[in-house]
């Protein structure tokens, strides 16, 4: 096989019971005549994905990431021409293509729940390789202004939107308070940016005190350690009216247990986190009755969500956190995905920026090179930075810091999922 029909990608590898990801060389993928090759350029990594890996959703591809971004390389033959060219950027997200013909479907916004609808990395290969196949009718092109890089375009593709989406739906007004439980998760980090942004008041919950810091300067306003008596907190908070909208981002049957008590008269539990299957909540019809409030469920986003979601990044009022790597590494930080603050993006060329990066550093550390240069420059000679803090920098330059604490709340289930649960459309979710 020629250069020309390789790619590299990293490929899951099961064996002995275990699973773990893998840098390969794979064949390109061939063009059909009504799809789009999308050259990758960078992709996030969803905790989804590393559930697909271990076989907690059941049967997936060896490809797996659906927060790719790329510039189109191909265009089949049988694609309306006016749909994309050559060298547009464009999006590939969990959602691949929809019937467009079911009873989801045929619902305004409908076609995340469409019954057929196929998923990058469980029918399709997704976008941990650096060539990816879409079907044109269902491909993302992302505007031409739209001048976000590619590697924080990347989140929103699903944990952005997944945010944006539950809170479009929650009904509150803004200035009422919405709770986000599992706050410093992935998307319910996002989730406090977009609340605010929203113009919501936002109560952060999640399991202890590291996550505090990261939710206030995210923009919440209160944060409330899940260990603690969360309703008494809550109460406290809104003095006594509770949040118009919980938005649950956990993975945890405790704290869907705990959206009933602390959800305001009227209010919303947006269901977006999935706890393992045993993790149930119980529910007496008179809390409905007295309280009237309304428990929906929300699961990613439309394209027209997508695009409104990332309008929110454009504009500077939402910065995911990252931790830029190359595909490379991609094998190494998989198991520390879910206990992460901050999301991983894979950039194909991160190799070349740090191996940049490094040559810089040496030319503008060589030996009496780096006085003359600052002042060459005007500047005042600066301390000489560590791999470490570059990496930090990158983080801080999304607001965020750099965090590896356990997610408790929102733990990868440790067992497979019924099957309801492997059919399942959500994302983002776990
Ligand atoms: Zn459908
Ligand atoms: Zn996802």
Redesign the pocket.
């Known amino acids: 096989m020629s250069s020309t029909t390789l790619q590299k990608a990293a490929v899951v590898v099961r064996e002995n019971g275990a699973s773990r990801f893998e840098v390969r060389e794979i064949a390109k993928p061939e063009v059909k005549p009504w799809e789009i090759l999308v050259n990758i350029t960078a992709t996030g990594i969803c905790g989804t994905d590393i559930s697909l890996a271990a076989g907690h959703l059941g049967p997936s591809c060896d490809v797996l990431g659906h927060e790719g971004v790329g510039r189109v390389e191909a265009i089949g033959a049988g694609v309306d021409p006016t749909v994309a060219k050559v060298g547009d950027r464009v999006g590939v997200a969990w959602v691949r293509d ?5 009873e ?2 045929r619902v305004p916004a409908g ?1 995340t729940r ?4 196929l998923n990058s990395g469980r029918k399709l290969d997704g976008t941990f390789a650096e060539y990816c196949a879409v079907p044109s009718r269902y491909v993302l092109k992302l505007p031409d202004d739209l001048t976000v890089s590619d590697e924080l375009v990347a989140p929103i593709l699903c944990g952005g939107v997944t945010a944006y989406n539950a809170l479009k739906s929650c009904r509150a007004t803004p200035g009422e308070w919405v709770a986000v439980s599992g706050a410093g998760g992935g998307v319910g980090a996002l989730a406090i940016q977009y609340a605010k942004a929203m113009g919501y008041r936002v109560i952060a919950i999640d399991l202890g005190t590291d996550k505090k810091e990261y939710c206030l300067k995210l923009g919440a306003e209160v944060y409330v350690d899940a260990k603690e008596d969360v309703t008494a907190l809550v109460n406290k908070a809104t003095k006594g009216t509770r949040a118009k909208a919980v938005i649950v981002s956990a993975g945890s049957g405790a704290a869907y247990q705990n959206a009933f008590d602390i959800v305001a008269a009227f209010g919303t539990v947006v269901c977006v986190g999935i706890p393992p299957p045993h993790q149930t909540m119980t529910l007496h019809p008179l809390q409905f009755i007295d309280k009237g409030f309304t428990i929906i469920g929300s699961v990613t986003g439309t394209r027209t969500d997508t695009l409104e979601a990332l309008e929110f990044v454009q504009r500077g009022v939402v910065t995911p956190a990252i931790h830029p790597i190359s595909l490379n590494e991609l094998p190494d930080v998989a198991d520390r995905v879910a206990t992460t603050t901050g999301k991983y993006v894979v950039r194909f060329d991160q190799q070349k920026v740090d191996q940049q990066k490094a040559e810089d550093w040496i030319e503008e550390n060589a030996e009496g090179k780096t006085e003359e240069k600052a002042e060459e420059k005007g500047e005042v000679k600066t301390e000489q930075k560590s791999e470490e803090k570059a990496e930090e920098e990158a983080v801080e330059k999304a607001g965020e810091k750099v965090e590896e604490k356990g997610r408790e709340d929102g733990e990868v289930p440790s067992k497979a999922l019924d099957s309801s649960q492997e059919k399942n459309n959500s994302c983002c979710a776990l």
């Open positions: 929809a019937c467009g013909d079911c989801c479907c076609e469409c019954v057929e609808q």
